[in-house]
């Protein structure tokens, strides 16, 4: 009897020392057609990534009898991406699989061939459901979010193609056609907003709700106006805990909201090409519309921006449309000469600071051009102010004076 009992606490002492870690994970992965030897690395996706910040290698391994594993442990579910680095692959060929990674005991299986590229990703362009991933939660909830992205995505990117064939062909639109093709991606990103303001609300207790807001708030592809914002702040409970190496949801938003359209400008200090100082607010709620375009003399799109730019401030400019210039440069003497050879008829001005001024940090200026259009009263009426969408508003505002252009 005192032998049985021995050898069952033997046998509970080896099960016990089996049961899964609940602070570690576990990846077995399982990929068939891919050689031998191959290595296979592990990183952590932060949503930092989105402001330029590099992504963190967690671990590699090395394809052996085509199967791979990973272990380790987290504070809270990460996205990850585990990369399979095949050598005369360059970066955009490389198979990717995105995991949102737990505490958990994972199991991965597909073929190489199924694993989609870095660019089938960036398009949406891949089946989530050929690459088999068990055993994470967080990962079901992610994968089921970018399945119903995907639709409208795939949708916009088909406007993409359109856009982009006629640059490629070098058809100039009317302004007419460059209105309707506008309309037609504004529709798409009002889809593409009201699913996202949902997700987020629907899932701002779970930490992939919470990461899909900070990316979506930081990344401001899809402008949501203050009223949304505002939607999104109300969702976010008081205990929520912020996703790790981010500043607080509800900080990152209000401070968002603030300058989203629907909101009261926030005034801005700096100089003109001769060194006055100025401020915003000695220029707009003065009863005329106000274009405020964040631009820089090393940026080739806002470079190309200008010539439409003067010829929509000829015709608008006489029915009280006016413009602002604010310079992202640093560097002084670059801006100066990029006046002198554009001509740019209205008022050019800068802090010097370029991105790590008050400039950059209150209008959220991570990517330029940026056009901000302020109403008579000095509320922000669309921060996406440039080319057909310009036109748009213009019409709108004042009435087509594009003649046998449109």
Same mark, same amino acid.
């Given at each position: ?87 005369? %692959? &360059?970066? /955009?060929? #490389? ?6 990674? *737990? =505490?958990?005991?994972? !199991?991965?299986? $597909? ?31 992610? %994968? &089921?979010? /970018?399945? #119903? ?6 949708? *916009? =990117?088909?406007?993409? !193609?359109?856009? $982009? ?32 303001? &949902? ?208």
């Amino acid at each position: 009897m005192k032998k049985i009992c021995a050898l069952l606490l033997v046998f509970i002492a080896f099960t016990a020392c089996k049961q899964p870690n609940p602070n570690t994970f576990v990846i077995n992965g399982k990929i068939e057609g891919v050689k031998e030897g191959t290595l296979v690395e592990l990183k952590l996706k932060d949503p930092e990534f989105f402001l330029g910040k590099q992504e963190k290698v967690i671990d590699t391994a090395t394809i052996k009898g085509g199967k791979f594993q990973f272990t380790g442990g987290m504070d809270t579910p990460r996205l990850h991406t585990i990369t399979i680095l095949e050598p005369e %692959k &360059d970066r /955009l060929e #490389k198979k990717i699989i995105p995991i949102f990674l *737990e =505490n958990s005991t994972i !199991e991965i299986f $597909t073929d190489i061939d199924k694993i989609p590229t870095l660019d089938n990703i960036f398009n949406y362009n891949y089946d989530f459901d050929v690459v088999k991933i068990t055993g994470s939660d967080s990962h079901k909830n992610y %994968k &089921d979010y /970018l399945k #119903k992205l995907q639709v409208i995505m795939q949708s *916009e =990117n088909l406007l993409w !193609e359109e856009s $982009t064939k006629n640059f490629k062909e070098k058809r100039k639109l009317s302004i007419s056609e460059g209105i309707e093709l506008a309309t037609r991606f504004e529709k798409s990103n009002t889809l593409k907003q009201d699913f996202l303001l &949902d997700f987020i609300k629907n899932n701002i207790n779970n930490i992939v709700g919470q990461y899909v807001a900070y990316i979506t708030i930081i990344n401001q592809e899809v402008g949501f106006s203050k009223d949304q914002f505002n939607e999104l702040i109300a969702s976010i409970p008081d205990n929520i805990n912020d996703f790790p190496g981010t500043i607080a949801l509800r900080e990152n938003a209000i401070s968002a909201a603030h300058v989203a359209p629907g909101a009261q400008y926030v005034d801005l200090s700096f100089n003109d090409k001769d060194g006055n100082p100025l401020k915003l607010s000695d220029y707009v709620a003065k009863g005329k519309y106000v274009l405020v375009e964040f631009w820089a003399s090393w940026c080739g799109p806002c470079r190309l921006d200008i010539p439409h730019l003067k010829d929509v401030y000829e015709l608008y400019n006489k029915e009280g449309f006016e413009i602002i210039s604010v310079s992202m440069d640093e560097d002084h003497e670059a801006w100066l000469q990029a006046i002198e050879e554009e001509q740019m008829p209205w008022l050019q001005v800068s802090d010097g600071k370029g991105f790590d001024g008050a400039i950059s940090e209150v209008y959220k200026i991570f990517g330029i051009p940026a056009c901000f259009l302020i109403d008579p009263n000095g509320k922000i009426i669309t921060d996406n102010m440039r080319g057909s969408y310009m036109d748009k508003r213009l019409i709108e505002m004042y009435g087509n004076k594009f003649g046998d252009k449109y």
